[in-house]
Each structure stands twice: as structure tokens, then as C-alpha cells.
């Protein structure tokens, strides 16, 4: 079946850290992977995608890049501000798109 | 710009009551999906639609229903409202064949 496994948290970090948030799958076929944001109070934005192997989704400064041979699709951010602080969730779409798979979610609270 | 709509950010209902959430979305999508969301446990998807009056149980159906008489309308129905349906509801659209969900903004329940 198809499932998703990321960092628990919460993370905190100073302002200007590095970010790293783990996300691995499992998954029948060859899935499309997500990463998408949860600001205080709001519904859940698309940040970033990758539809196949090798591919590298970015946006916002933050990366991921889809690594199959590892099953893992993990959130970089070189720098982080004070507004990056919100709920990130690692997500997976079968290969119709019909329907997602996502992880628990990881909080991340920057302070200046 | 593209957008899912929820009819109530906040929402206060007593136990026992008939609630209805509503979503609309102007994107011509043919998918629809409510999910609910809670602390520790992510989202967890509740029902989903793929077709005009057409509709699939997701992980925890029990207690709600749905409706999808239009295209670009999808409702939930809590039919007897409990304290523990007391949550953050979020309703997402995706075009059939096409990878990515649009989310509402969300409503906040509370069952008191």
C-alpha cells in the first residue's frame, strides 16, 4: 500500500539555520510526491513538487528532491526567516492523482 | 486565481445538531475530498467524490455523510454532531488525470 513517514517534531530553529525535514514513502507504481504548508490558522498550500525520479521541486528557497533508489523525498531549506514558521506536510499521489497519502505533518518554528 | 471555498472559518454547534459544511470550487475539477485534521494525527480522509453524485468512504466515514449534487459543490454532513467530531475540517479539489489538490482555507468545528 502507499504511506508516508516524515519527521516528528516540533523543530526550532534560530533565523538563518539550516533546514532539514526527513520524508520517506512506500508506494505501488511510480508516484507523484509532495511537500505542502500549513500556515497559523489556514487551509494547506502546495509548496513544492515532483512527479518522477531524479526530479528536484523548489520553491520559496526550500528543495526536494525525489530519490527513488532511497525512497525519500526530504525538505531543505538553506536559510530559514522568522516567516517560514508553519506545518509541513510530506504527501504522496497515486498515479491517477485520485487520491493522496500524508504524512503526520512536522511543525517548524523559526525565532529571530 | 483558482480557488476552493468553504462556506465557515469558525464554526460552533451544540451535540446533537445536523451541521453542514459546505465547499465549492471554480476549477472545473472532477475530485473532491474532505478531510479532517487533528493534533498528532494528520489528516485523515473522511469521504471523497469523483463524479457528480458519486461518493466513496474514506478512512472514518462513521458519523458523517456527504453530498455532491453539483459539480463544484461538496458537502459534509455531520448528522448528529458529537464533542469528538470537535475538529479542523478541510475540503481539496484535483482535476481527474492531473496531479496536485487545491485546499479550501479550512473550518474550525467545535461541538460543544
Known amino acids: 500500500g502507499n504511506s508516508v513517514t516524515q519527521m516528528e517534531g516540533p523543530v526550532t530553529l534560530s533565523e538563518e539555520a539550516f533546514l532539514t525535514i526527513n520524508c520517506t514513502y512506500t508506494a505501488t507504481g511510480y508516484p507523484s510526491l509532495f511537500w505542502y504548508v500549513q500556515y497559523p490558522g489556514e487551509g494547506l498550500q502546495l509548496l513544492l513538487k515532483?512527479?518522477?525520479?531524479?526530479d528536484k521541486g523548489s520553491n520559496k528557497g526550500f528543495e526536494a528532491t525525489y530519490r527513488k533508489e532511497t525512497t525519500s523525498f526530504h525538505l531543505e531549506k538553506g536559510s530559514v526567516q522568522v516567516s517560514d514558521s508553519a506545518v509541513y506536510f510530506c504527501?504522496?499521489?497515486?498515479?491517477?492523482?485520485?487520491?493522496?497519502?500524508f504524512g503526520t505533518g512536522t511543525s517548524l518554528t523559526v525565532i529571530p | 486565481d483558482v480557488k476552493v471555498t468553504q462556506s465557515s472559518r469558525y464554526l460552533v454547534k451544540r451535540t446533537g445538531e445536523k451541521v453542514f459544511l459546505e465547499c465549492v470550487q471554480d476549477m472545473d475539477h472532477e475530485n473532491m475530498f474532505w478531510y479532517r485534521q487533528d493534533p498528532g494525527l494528520g489528516l485523515r480522509l473522511i469521504y471523497f467524490?469523483?463524479?457528480?453524485?458519486?461518493?466513496e468512504k474514506g478512512d472514518i466515514p462513521e458519523g458523517y455523510s456527504v453530498s455532491r449534487e453539483k459539480k463544484e459543490r461538496f458537502s459534509l454532513i455531520l448528522e448528529s454532531a458529537s464533542t469528538n467530531q470537535t475538529s479542523m475540517y478541510l475540503c481539496?479539489?484535483?482535476?481527474?488525470?492531473?496531479?496536485?489538490?487545491?485546499f479550501g482555507s479550512g473550518t474550525r468545528l467545535t461541538v460543544v
Open positions: 504527501a504522496l499521489s497515486s498515479f491517477t492523482g485520485n487520491q493522496f497519502y
Open positions: 467524490s469523483y463524479d457528480v453524485k458519486m461518493k
Open positions: 515532483a512527479t518522477k525520479a531524479d
Open positions: 481539496a479539489s484535483s482535476d481527474r488525470g492531473r496531479v496536485g489538490y487545491t
